[in-house]
């Protein structure tokens, strides 16, 4: 079983950046895809970032629009967002989850490890 913890998260103004991190623990996370998710109050989790489990491969929610980056570390058992150009409407909790196989998976049910999330708060 893999378990992951978020960091990196905090207070930034419209136009800043920050850089979410994924340290996974236990089984190695190499072979399996992670994806990136958020959920602001009052809404429902939504997908932002997937990359499989090599890293060669990854794909964006619609909404990133080239702002956000996701890479992974396998060496490290690390994964990360970049998010450069935030916006307010980006301010959510931000989670990291390990899916069930290496692919890109963009579905919440496709993940059976989450962690626990980081605040993004993106505000003048």
């Known amino acids: 079983q893999v378990q992951v913890v978020e960091s990196g998260g905090g207070l930034v103004q419209p136009g800043g950046s920050l850089r979410l991190s994924c340290a996974a623990s236990g089984r190695t996370f190499a072979g399996l895809g992670m994806g990136w998710f958020r959920q602001a109050p009052g809404n429902e989790r939504e997908f932002v970032a997937t990359?499989?489990?090599?890293?060669?491969?990854?794909s964006y929610a619609d909404f990133v629009a080239g702002r956000f980056t996701i890479s992974r570390d396998n060496a490290e058992n690390t994964g990360f967002l970049q998010m450069n150009s935030l916006k307010p409407e980006d301010t959510a909790v931000y989670y990291c989850?390990?899916?069930?196989?290496?692919?890109?998976?963009?579905?919440?049910?496709?993940?059976?490890?989450w962690g626990q999330g980081t605040q993004v708060t993106v505000s003048s």
């Open positions: 990359i499989s489990g090599n890293g060669g491969l990854t």
């Open positions: 989850a390990v899916g069930r196989g290496p692919g890109l998976r963009r579905a919440n049910s496709a993940y059976d490890t």
